[in-house]
């Protein structure tokens, strides 16, 4: 039985409650925080979770105060859980030179494999097997899971996803680094977390794993049309390529006039969070 996470803060929201938490992970050897909105609906039983995962220098909180989304998850009944980007506190490693793009906010959801990082750095475990275990056993949700994301969590969606069939019943994102092993972002962490061999970041690149994907999950993906991350990091057009390459099912929109920013989440989420409910709810 796991241990009951502490309650650092509890809002009523939309006839639910937003909820933080602290616990300590055993994956990342660290105390970790998480936030989880119950929707009035968990207070008769067991209800279903989006799992949220942030980008760059986010935390738990960035979703949650920005996106919009208690609203429509109450009307709909579902739950959402939004774990933090990275491993802090004494002891764990950030980047040597304190740049915002890896270490501390930005564990890229992998399971690192290069000292120092590999003791903490383990994002992809906790995300898929650690948070929804503590989660399922402490709050009145059921095991139907989904998965979503932005930028980098839009990576971690679409890798969680890809590499679990069956785990998430579906998946979305917002602009995903969705090649990145071959982006700057993507080089950086997956040389220091993953080792010089390219050959291994493949196992967490979605434009690599969906050729070999065992479960065809439709994969809903918002881009912005005016992101200034969108050639370079982003790469949306390899993964239409590599869904087309593989007869893998994917809407891809490109929204006029949109950047990379928390305005562009919260003016689609709507149809994110319908995209969940009516696969979680079938």
């Given at each position: 039985?796991?241990?009951?996470p502490?309650?650092?803060?509890?809002?009523?929201?939309?006839?639910g409650?937003h909820?933080r938490?602290?616990?300590?992970?055993?994956?990342?050897?660290?105390?970790?925080v998480?936030?989880?909105?119950?929707?009035?609906?968990?207070?008769?039983?067991p209800?279903?979770?989006?799992?949220?995962?942030?980008?760059?220098?986010?935390?738990?909180?960035?979703?949650?105060?920005?996106?919009?989304?208690?609203r429509?998850?109450?009307?709909?009944?579902?739950?959402?859980?939004?774990?933090?980007?990275?491993?802090?506190?004494?002891?764990?490693?950030?980047?040597p030179?304190?740049a915002?793009?890896?270490?501390?906010?930005?564990?890229?959801?992998?399971n690192?494999t290069?000292?120092?990082?590999?003791?903490?750095?383990r994002m992809?475990?906790?995300?898929?097997?650690?948070?929804?275990?503590?989660?399922?056993?402490?709050?009145?949700?059921?095991?139907?899971r989904?998965?979503?994301?932005?930028s980098?969590?839009?990576?971690?969606?679409?890798v969680c996803?890809?590499?679990?069939?069956?785990?998430y019943?579906?998946?979305s994102?917002?602009a995903?680094?969705?090649n990145p092993?071959?982006?700057?972002?993507?080089e950086?962490?997956?040389?220091?977390?993953?080792?010089?061999?390219r050959?291994?970041w493949?196992?967490?690149d979605a434009?690599?794993l969906?050729?070999?994907?065992?479960?065809r999950?439709?994969?809903l993906?918002?881009?912005?049309?005016?992101?200034?991350?969108l050639?370079?990091?982003l790469?949306p057009?390899?993964?239409?390529a590599?869904c087309?390459?593989a007869?893998?099912?994917?809407?891809?929109?490109?929204?006029?006039?949109?950047?990379?920013?928390?305005?562009?989440?919260a003016?689609?989420?709507?149809?994110?969070l319908?995209?969940?409910?009516a696969?979680?709810?079938?």
């Open positions: 039985m796991t241990t009951a502490e309650q650092l803060a509890a809002n009523r929201s939309f006839g409650w909820r938490f602290r616990h300590r992970s055993t994956v990342l050897g660290c105390d970790m998480f936030a989880i909105y119950l929707p009035p609906q968990a207070e008769a039983g209800v279903p979770v989006l799992y949220w995962l942030s980008g760059l220098t986010c935390t738990d909180e960035n979703f949650m105060q920005k996106a919009g989304a208690q429509l998850a109450a009307e709909l009944g579902i739950a959402i859980v939004a774990p933090d980007t990275s491993p802090r506190g004494t002891g764990v490693p950030g980047d030179d304190g915002w793009d890896f270490g501390l906010g930005a564990g890229f959801y992998v690192a290069e000292e120092p990082w590999r003791r903490h750095y992809y475990d906790y995300v898929v097997e650690e948070l929804p275990a503590l989660v399922e056993a402490h709050f009145t949700v059921s095991d139907a989904s998965i979503s994301g932005h980098m969590g839009g990576h971690g969606a679409l996803a890809l590499k679990n069939p069956g785990r019943r579906a998946v994102a917002f995903p680094i969705a092993s071959a982006c700057p972002w993507g950086k962490a997956f040389a220091r977390y993953l080792g010089a061999d050959a291994r493949l196992e967490w434009c690599a969906i050729a070999g994907a065992r479960e999950l439709p994969l993906v918002d881009q912005g049309a005016a992101d200034g991350f050639a370079e990091q790469r057009e390899a993964l239409r590599a087309a390459a007869g893998h099912p994917l809407n891809l929109r490109l929204q006029p006039g949109y950047d990379h920013s928390y305005y562009f989440i003016s689609f989420i709507d149809d994110h319908r995209h969940h409910a696969a979680l709810h079938g």
